[in-house]
């Protein structure tokens, strides 16, 4: 009698890793990030025009925006100069979360 080992069969296809993605290193870039200074910048510089609401893809709140504003002759452009500030202020992962996931169209 051997007292050998019996060799185990090898498995031809192990299970695979989870699929969750890795977390983001420091200095990685944030997916929709890149419209943050574009629609800050044209919020307090356009805004009366909605152009901040058409980088974002808000159409329907852009087109709201440049009618109110030519009805009021661009005293609803205020509301464009706010909301560029708000969208410089805030963190990328913020602005993201907010305005590109979350859809949120004013303010």
């Given at each position: 009698?051997s007292?050998e080992?019996?060799p185990t069969?090898?498995?031809p296809?192990?299970?695979?890793?989870p699929?969750n993605?890795?977390?983001?290193?420091?200095?990685t870039p944030?997916?929709?990030a890149e419209?943050?200074?574009?629609?800050?910048?044209l919020?307090?510089l356009?805004g009366?025009?909605?152009?901040?609401?058409?980088?974002?893809g808000?159409?329907?709140?852009g087109?709201?925006?440049?009618?109110v504003?030519?009805?009021?002759?661009?005293?609803f452009?205020?509301?464009?100069?706010?909301?560029g500030i708000?969208y410089?202020?805030?963190?990328?992962?913020e602005f993201v979360?907010?305005?590109?996931?979350?859809r949120?169209?004013?303010?």
């Amino acid at each position: 009698m051997s007292t050998e080992p019996v060799p185990t069969p090898v498995d031809p296809n192990p299970p695979s890793a989870p699929t969750n993605p890795p977390p983001s290193a420091p200095g990685t870039p944030i997916p929709g990030a890149e419209k943050k200074l574009l629609a800050g910048l044209l919020g307090i510089l356009l805004g009366w025009t909605g152009a901040h609401k058409f980088v974002l893809g808000y159409t329907k709140e852009g087109i709201i925006q440049l009618v109110v504003s030519l009805v009021t002759c661009g005293f609803f452009g205020i509301v464009g100069v706010i909301e560029g500030i708000i969208y410089l202020t805030k963190s990328d992962q913020e602005f993201v979360a907010t305005y590109i996931t979350g859809r949120k169209g004013w303010f």
